[in-house]
């Protein structure tokens, strides 16, 4: 057989790889060295956050490359793979959540994690932030856009299932990332201003109702927003601290390794949900400004790549992954700055994490999916 036979045969045999990608991977070269500069920043910002712990480092470092790995492979898939696995993953992921509720892994209160014994604890939510785009995607490939009433409607229910099951483990935070990336879908599908209009005024509406749903502490670190003075050994602990080693990094900060509220311990989950906040103090406001215009790059990266794709589902599943990532690190930076109640997102691929680093990575993985294939 020819080189040229094989070419052909290989072509027709519909694997799910992206045509002319059969000598070399093809990944976004934009995007992929923006976020290796994400990690790569990352891993020097936690080494100083664990006080040069070895063993979180390197374990972060795993995480971090099986996460990597992920994402150059699920660049070389065709768009139509997910767009075919859709159903599939969400249903996964749905039954995830189920056991959760049932069998998950009680920490702090909150039932989040499945563990299987012996090898690993994840946390099914974290999934749940590709499935649910994918779903609302995969939904709308096929139909008229602007989407109609009974559209919306079915919508509205992939994105509620998910969130709901996550608002009870509780995690609000995640809920939070999981209803952004299904509204991210609905936006871009054409949905009217008019809807969103809608939307907020029922909630609005529904605000007393729901403040009753959260849990205490919950409404006790929405009033702490307001006023963190008011108690500033317990709920207000975390917002002092945080605005408090902002605040005083400066222009260039104290240096790695020289932050007092940090090394000092005064700064609550400085490794994972606070650890801007480390960031802030020791690198200053250039060391943010530095990691904030990588995020941005990233963000209109995905994007681009979101305008650029021949097809509606690929245009859908780009931009809400991509809006998804804003949403991400908009929240943390703002929680560690005072402007939103404390909800447990960390910073992402910079915090110390395991589902949610190789989830993000896997989702970037998605985006240069469709990048790599403009025609389907």
């Given at each position: 057989m020819s080189e040229q036979d094989f070419v052909r045969n290989f072509e027709r045999t519909g694997n799910g790889v992206v045509p002319g990608n059969r000598r070399r991977l093809s990944v976004d070269a934009v995007l992929c060295a923006a976020l290796v500069a994400v990690v790569v920043y990352g891993l020097f910002v936690?080494?100083?956050?664990v006080e040069r712990d070895l063993d979180v480092l390197l374990s972060q470092l795993t995480r971090l490359s099986l996460g990597l790995a992920l994402m150059v492979v699920a660049a070389q898939l065709r768009p139509t793979f997910y767009l075919k696995s859709a159903p599939i993953l969400y249903a996964f992921g749905i039954a995830l959540l189920g056991a959760v509720l049932l069998v998950g892994v009680e920490v702090n209160g909150s039932r989040r994690w499945l563990e299987i014994p012996g090898l690993m604890r994840f946390q099914p939510s974290e999934f749940m932030k590709i499935a649910v785009p994918l779903m609302v995607a995969w939904h709308f490939n096929n139909r008229a856009l602007p989407p109609d009433f009974k559209g919306l409607l079915i919508a509205g229910g992939i994105i509620a299932v998910p969130a709901i099951c996550i608002v009870v483990q509780p995690d609000l935070g995640t809920s939070v990332l999981v209803i952004a990336g299904g509204l991210g879908a609905l936006l871009l599908a054409?949905?009217?201003?008019?809807?969103v209009l809608y939307g907020l005024a029922a909630l609005a509406a529904a605000a007393p109702v729901l403040w009753h749903q959260l849990q205490d502490y919950q409404?006790?670190?929405i009033l702490t927003l307001f006023d963190p003075e008011q108690d500033p050994l317990g709920a207000g602990w975390n917002i002092i601290q945080s605005t408090t080693a902002l605040g005083s990094g400066g222009l260039f900060g104290k240096g790695l390794h020289n932050g007092t509220q940090s090394q000092l311990n005064f700064l609550p989950e400085s490794q994972t949900d606070f650890i801007m906040a480390v960031l802030g103090e020791e690198l200053g406001f250039a060391g943010v400004t530095a990691l904030l215009v990588l995020?941005?790059?990233?963000v209109a990266r995905g994007f681009i790549i979101a305008q650029q794709s021949a097809q509606p589902f690929?245009?859908?599943i780009a931009g809400s992954l991509s809006l998804v990532f804003f949403v991400y690190f908009f929240v943390n930076i703002a929680m560690v700055a005072g402007l939103l109640p404390v909800v447990g997102?960390?910073?992402p691929l910079v915090s110390y994490g395991g589902t949610s680093v190789i989830t993000l990575l896997l989702g970037f993985g998605i985006i240069m999916s469709v990048r790599n294939q403009k025609s389907w």
């Amino acid at each position: 057989m020819s080189e040229q036979d094989f070419v052909r045969n290989f072509e027709r045999t519909g694997n799910g790889v992206v045509p002319g990608n059969r000598r070399r991977l093809s990944v976004d070269a934009v995007l992929c060295a923006a976020l290796v500069a994400v990690v790569v920043y990352g891993l020097f910002v936690l080494h100083s956050a664990v006080e040069r712990d070895l063993d979180v480092l390197l374990s972060q470092l795993t995480r971090l490359s099986l996460g990597l790995a992920l994402m150059v492979v699920a660049a070389q898939l065709r768009p139509t793979f997910y767009l075919k696995s859709a159903p599939i993953l969400y249903a996964f992921g749905i039954a995830l959540l189920g056991a959760v509720l049932l069998v998950g892994v009680e920490v702090n209160g909150s039932r989040r994690w499945l563990e299987i014994p012996g090898l690993m604890r994840f946390q099914p939510s974290e999934f749940m932030k590709i499935a649910v785009p994918l779903m609302v995607a995969w939904h709308f490939n096929n139909r008229a856009l602007p989407p109609d009433f009974k559209g919306l409607l079915i919508a509205g229910g992939i994105i509620a299932v998910p969130a709901i099951c996550i608002v009870v483990q509780p995690d609000l935070g995640t809920s939070v990332l999981v209803i952004a990336g299904g509204l991210g879908a609905l936006l871009l599908a054409g949905l009217s201003w008019r809807w969103v209009l809608y939307g907020l005024a029922a909630l609005a509406a529904a605000a007393p109702v729901l403040w009753h749903q959260l849990q205490d502490y919950q409404r006790r670190r929405i009033l702490t927003l307001f006023d963190p003075e008011q108690d500033p050994l317990g709920a207000g602990w975390n917002i002092i601290q945080s605005t408090t080693a902002l605040g005083s990094g400066g222009l260039f900060g104290k240096g790695l390794h020289n932050g007092t509220q940090s090394q000092l311990n005064f700064l609550p989950e400085s490794q994972t949900d606070f650890i801007m906040a480390v960031l802030g103090e020791e690198l200053g406001f250039a060391g943010v400004t530095a990691l904030l215009v990588l995020y941005m790059l990233i963000v209109a990266r995905g994007f681009i790549i979101a305008q650029q794709s021949a097809q509606p589902f690929g245009r859908l599943i780009a931009g809400s992954l991509s809006l998804v990532f804003f949403v991400y690190f908009f929240v943390n930076i703002a929680m560690v700055a005072g402007l939103l109640p404390v909800v447990g997102v960390p910073l992402p691929l910079v915090s110390y994490g395991g589902t949610s680093v190789i989830t993000l990575l896997l989702g970037f993985g998605i985006i240069m999916s469709v990048r790599n294939q403009k025609s389907w």
